[in-house]
């Protein structure tokens, strides 16, 4: 073993605390782009950190596992429960609606286990300077492309990175590529409509046989042309889009 591997053997057992997250926030990636083990490192407490603060409640009618960003400072987290969780249906089932209380006599309870995962500040994300003031951090890291690189695959049977993958799928990743399937879907309609038309129907050429007016046939067919223009431009202009983003 080597002398960080052991270093991560002791703060896993001595510090295995959210605080320790702070001394491998700029060195992580070069320990997994070395090929050291940090399976152990990931499903520790050290960045996936389970809270239990007054302030948040701690039963509710909802049993469904629900993910959710948080940007803000995790110092400040305690008085940030509405912020999270603003829809009506994740409100404190114990708060009284205009002094009365709340009927959930025939309601199942149920115990809430809140957990904030830290492993998005290794990667590209937003935080804050010196002065409190929010910035562009780890702007050239990608942490996902991190783990898809190493060599140790046991990483992916870690709660705490499949949790992450799974919000940045469902948050960003599955409507990105849901909107290039249909765009391309929709690119592929404008090709195959323009091949049936065009070539083997031959509507235009057999129009053209029983109509002697060629600027009605161009105009058809102009009307073709840019009908497959816009099916091939905007999905490039999407792209070039994203791309720069």
Request: hydrophobic share 35%.
């Amino acid at each position: 073993p080597t002398p960080t591997t052991e270093i991560i053997k002791y703060i896993v057992k001595y510090q295995n605390n959210f605080s320790s997250s702070y001394l491998f926030l700029k060195n992580l990636p070069d320990i997994i782009d070395k090929g050291i083990e940090v399976k152990a490192l990931f499903d520790s407490e050290i960045f996936c950190y389970d809270f239990d603060y007054d302030e948040w409640p701690g039963t509710h009618t909802n049993d469904s596992k629900v993910l959710r960003p948080y940007n803000d400072s995790i110092y400040v987290l305690r008085r940030k429960y509405k912020s999270v969780f603003k829809e009506k249906e994740f409100e404190d089932i114990h708060e009284s609606e205009d002094g009365v209380q709340k009927d959930i006599s025939s309601d199942k309870i149920y115990k809430i286990k809140y957990s904030i995962i830290l492993l998005p500040l290794i990667g590209q994300h937003i935080g804050y300077d010196a002065e409190g003031n929010k910035e562009l951090q780890n702007d050239s890291v990608s942490f996902l492309g991190l783990c898809t690189d190493s060599d140790e695959l046991e990483i992916f049977e870690c709660n705490s990175l499949n949790e992450m993958i799974e919000f940045k799928w469902n948050q960003f990743g599955f409507r990105h590529h849901l909107i290039s399937f249909l765009i391309h879907a929709i690119q592929m309609g404008f090709v195959i409509a323009y091949v049936q038309i065009v070539y083997l129907s031959n509507s235009l050429f057999d129009w053209d046989a029983y109509n002697a007016d060629n600027s009605v046939l161009q105009y058809k067919q102009n009307g073709y042309a840019i009908f497959l223009l816009v099916g091939i431009l905007y999905p490039f202009i999407y792209e070039c889009i994203q791309a720069y983003q």
